[in-house]
């Protein structure tokens, strides 16, 4: 098949001998006696006609050829623009495919070590709180006799009761993390949960706490017992980030309009990238003592009561917890901001 250029010119020069022949036609047979004159003047005017014509014909077939090629390149850039756009698709959908298999890998290695522990949980947990109740019992008949001992003596027995109190934590943990009770949900203030978790807990006196719960905020529909031990240990973690004192702040809002999101922060030390990454499985801890199930406790038990939670940290600036739970209803709580 010939290129269209090649054809139009083909065409270009059977029309010009078509010319020359009606040309020499026309003088020999239409005006044979016509002077030279006459025969420059009708060469000029079929060559000027001629000429017109073919480079009329030329020119269109050449801007239509040119026209063409254009739209080819146009859409040429058109589906290479969607090709493109197919392949950053595709990538994003094959880093969102990795990280939901990542996720799942470490789902499945958190529910391994759950199941673990779920063996060997029961039995250990309560042959290890028979003899701490033991303890505990003869720590207090030890301080109750010796009241007028000296202060060495009751340091000592102080130091053996806080032992024992956080020897029963971790057995407690270890129990909570395997075993999660079906929750009983109930209508629950906010600002009430608070400072019952705080008047149970030890808070030093260098630590600031600070509330903001606004006013209107329904009460949490939820069970009350649970998520008590929720932020009691959040609450725990927090003090034990801020040895040398700081802020621990406590903040509800509406997140949407059937969910509060509960705020617990704190200007610990916080934690690094590495470490979030594995906040929530089992058995890790950033502390020197513990065995990492206090916030798989955490995670758990605020799953089972319908909500979720996530966290921000960056070392040396704090963490906060984020918890979001259902609400139970229009109820009013008294609104404030404490500090202690």
Same mark, same amino acid.
């Given at each position: ?7 139009? /010119? ?18 020999? &047979? ?5 002077? !030279?004159?006459?025969? &420059? ?15 009329? &014909?030329?020119?269109?077939? &050449?801007?239509?050829?040119? @026209?063409? =090629?254009?739209?080819?390149? /146009? ?15 595709? %990538? /994003? ?27 060997? +949980? ?5 042959? #290890? ?13 030890? *301080? ?6 000296? %202060? ?6 102080? !130091? ?50 600070? @509330?903001?719960?606004?006013?209107? /905020?329904?009460?949490?529909? +939820? ?5 008590? @031990?929720? =932020? ?48 929530? *499985? ?10 990492? #199930? ?20 960056? +070392? ?6 984020? !918890? ?8 009013? %709580? ?7």
């Amino acid at each position: 098949m010939r290129p269209p250029l090649v054809k139009s /010119l083909l065409k270009a020069m059977i029309a010009i001998l078509l010319t020359m022949i009606v040309l020499e036609v026309t003088k020999t &047979y239409i005006f044979p006696k016509i002077t !030279i004159f006459g025969s &420059y003047i009708i060469t000029i005017t079929f060559s000027t006609l001629t000429g017109t014509v073919v480079s009329g &014909y030329v020119l269109l077939k &050449y801007e239509k050829l040119n @026209q063409n =090629l254009g739209n080819h390149i /146009l859409e040429r850039e058109r589906l290479a623009s969607e090709l493109q756009n197919l392949n950053e698709v595709l %990538e /994003l959908k094959v880093q969102e495919r990795s990280r939901q298999l990542l996720a799942a890998q470490d789902e499945l290695a958190r529910n391994d070590k759950l199941a673990v522990l779920g063996q060997v +949980a029961g039995s250990v947990g309560h042959e #290890l709180r028979n003899p701490l109740g033991v303890m505990n019992n003869a720590v207090y008949f030890l *301080q109750t006799v010796l009241s007028d001992a000296d %202060e060495t003596t009751k340091e000592y027995l102080g !130091i053996i009761k806080e032992e024992i109190a956080v020897s029963d934590r971790i057995v407690g943990d270890l129990l909570d993390s395997v075993r999660i009770k079906p929750p009983h949900p109930e209508a629950v203030g906010v600002g009430d949960l608070i400072g019952h978790v705080l008047r149970k807990c030890t808070i030093p006196e260098n630590v600031t706490i600070v @509330q903001e719960i606004p006013d209107g /905020l329904p009460p949490l529909k +939820a069970d009350p017992l649970q998520i008590h @031990q929720v =932020l009691r240990n959040l609450v725990s973690n927090a003090l034990d980030a801020m040895p040398d004192g700081g802020t621990l702040e406590f903040r509800a809002e509406r997140a949407v309009p059937d969910a509060i999101m509960l705020k617990v922060r704190d200007t610990g030390v916080g934690m690094t990238s590495e470490q979030l990454g594995k906040l929530f *499985q089992p058995l890790f801890t950033t502390k020197a003592r513990g065995i990492g #199930l206090g916030l798989v406790v955490v995670k758990n038990l605020t799953q089972a009561n319908g909500g979720e939670i996530e966290v921000k940290s960056e +070392a040396g600036k704090g963490t906060t917890f984020f !918890i979001t739970l259902p609400c139970a209803g229009p109820q009013v %709580e008294t609104a404030g901001e404490q500090e202690a």
